[in-house]
Nanobody, 123 residues
């Protein structure tokens, strides 16, 4: 069993940066792929980024490429999402998830979810 707790969200202005963290408990985090998703009001949850267990494989959704960076520190059982040049359309609740691989996470195969952290970007 893995429990995931996101943190680092907040209210920022367009162009600012935020770093989200995903703290995991449980022994399987370091052997699992991890991903970030987001859900804006009235919209479906969408994939943002994923990273393999060792960090060798990384995937990004097109809207965040070049602005967001996913990373992880398995010694701390923590994953991160560095978000730069934030845009109003990045406003959403951000969730982290773990699963068997980056590609399977991307298409909806997630083993565990966190509770989410709100990111609000204002003009």
């Amino acid at each position: 069993q893995v429990q995931l707790v996101e943190s680092g969200g907040g209210l920022v202005q367009a162009g600012d940066s935020l770093r989200l963290s995903c703290a995991a408990s449980g022994r399987t985090f370091s052997s699992s792929a991890m991903a970030w998703f987001r859900q804006a009001p009235g919209k479906e949850r969408e994939f943002v980024a994923a990273i393999s267990w060792g960090g060798g494989t990384i995937r990004y959704a097109d809207p965040v490429k070049g602005r967001f960076t996913i990373s992880r520190d398995n010694t701390k059982n923590t994953g991160y999402l560095q978000m730069n040049s934030l845009k109003i359309e990045d406003t959403a609740v951000y969730y982290c998830a773990v699963g068997p691989s980056t590609d399977r996470l991307r298409v909806g195969v997630q083993d565990y979810w966190g509770q989410g952290t709100q990111v609000t970007v204002s003009s």
